[in-house]
């Protein structure tokens, strides 16, 4: 299983580019990178995912290294509602044996004005 | 939206009288998941269901079960509720595109007095 490494939080102001880095050193051929947001008393929403290069969505775009042992979740001019936990996680599609998914422990986006 | 319902969504329960919690989802899904979420921890597998009577156990399993009688549901017990049992759980399933994407339900919050 690839272990995840996020810092624990952050601070940024509206309007600001902020860049989240995750490290996966053990990522396997495999797996997938997928990111998901959290408010406080929801469950984790999807975000956006990737394997390899670059991918943009129409709330964020996630880089992914040749090397793919880390990633970088970038959200463009964040506001205050961007306030959140932002969990980085690393697997590999099924393959009928059963997947377990571990989270990592997330990194607290603070956005001030 | 996964079509995933969970239920009781918050409970009070007394130390030594069993809980189970319920997770139901609309989509037939063969993958469903049960984390539970604590300050400090972030999410953390506690079991998971790969289909029909097939679960095996996460990172934290110790004083649950859990039991998948039918695709639709997958029910999370705590046999004898601890106060270290006091939480909030996550049930989640995994979608059918070519990653890994999890889709989360809203949570049960669950305190043990």
């Known amino acids: 299983l690839a272990k995840t490494t996020q810092p624990i939080s952050m601070d940024s102001y509206e309007g600001q580019e902020v860049n989240i880095t995750c490290s996966h050193n053990?990522?396997?051929?495999?797996?997938?990178i997928t990111w998901y947001q959290q408010f406080p008393s929801q469950g984790p929403r999807f975000i956006i995912q990737?394997?390899?290069t670059k991918v943009t969505n129409e709330v964020a775009s996630l880089f992914i290294p040749a090397d793919r042992k880390s990633s970088t979740l970038s959200l463009p001019r964040v506001s205050l509602s961007d306030t959140a936990v932002y969990y980085c996680?690393?697997?590999?599609?099924?393959?009928?044996?059963?997947?377990?998914?571990?989270f990592g422990t997330g990194t607290q986006l603070k956005v001030e004005l | 939206d996964a079509g995933i319902t969970q239920s009781p969504r918050h409970k009070v329960t007394e130390t030594g009288t069993p809980v189970t919690l319920r997770c139901h989802q609309t989509?037939?899904?063969?993958?469903m998941y049960w984390y539970r979420q604590d300050p400090g921890h972030g999410l953390r597998l506690i079991h998971y269901?790969?289909?029909?009577?097939?679960?095996d156990k996460g990172e934290v399993s110790d004083g649950y079960s859990v039991s998948r009688s039918k695709t639709e549901d997958f029910l999370l017990t705590l046999e004898s509720a601890t106060s270290s049992q006091t939480s909030v759980y996550f049930c989640?399933?995994?979608?059918?595109?070519?990653?890994?994407?999890?889709?989360f339900g809203e949570g049960s919050w669950l305190t043990v007095v």
């Open positions: 996680l690393v697997g590999a599609p099924l393959t009928g044996g059963g997947n377990k998914l571990t």
């Open positions: 989640a399933i995994m979608g059918r595109d070519s990653g890994n994407t999890i889709y």
């Open positions: 990737g394997y390899k």
């Open positions: 269901s790969y289909g029909v009577k097939d679960t």
């Open positions: 989509e037939n899904h063969r993958y």
């Open positions: 053990n990522i396997a051929t495999n797996d997938y």
